[in-house]
């Protein structure tokens, strides 16, 4: 049996963290990902989660994301995810595009993590 959810934690060259998740974000999953996206929090200047991989989340990996958002004083976390993905349904059923600076490519998201800015690119 294969393990339903894949962290990968990678540093781009100006320090932030990318957390890549692959694979199932649920509630048997959540406790994986918890501490290893709040520990990246504190690296300036801040992390990227790479949901574009994810092929489920549930409500326990959308509330595990809010946590490290407030975690991260709102300003030090982006999200990227995959358009036309179960997780960008879940994401606008929810609001959480509405909550979260989404980003639809890496590349953007860890620019603007990096310039400092924290605004919604999914549109």
Request: without cysteine; aromatic residues 4%; hydrophobic residues 45%.
């Amino acid at each position: 049996m294969t393990d339903p959810l894949d962290v990968r934690i990678e540093r781009t060259a100006d320090g932030a963290s990318i957390v890549e998740l692959t694979g199932e974000l649920d509630l048997s999953t959540v406790p994986r990902v918890e501490s290893s996206l709040l520990e990246q929090l504190h690296a300036p200047p801040g992390v990227v989660v790479d949901l574009t991989r994810l092929s489920f989340i549930d409500s326990s990996g959308i509330g595990v994301l809010i946590q490290a958002f407030l975690a991260s004083n709102g300003n030090r976390m982006h999200t990227v995810i995959a358009p036309d993905s179960q997780v960008e349904r879940v994401f606008r059923l929810a609001g959480i595009d509405r909550a979260l600076p989404i980003f639809f490519e890496r590349d953007e998201a860890v620019a603007a993590l990096t310039l400092g800015l924290n605004g919604d690119n999914s549109d």
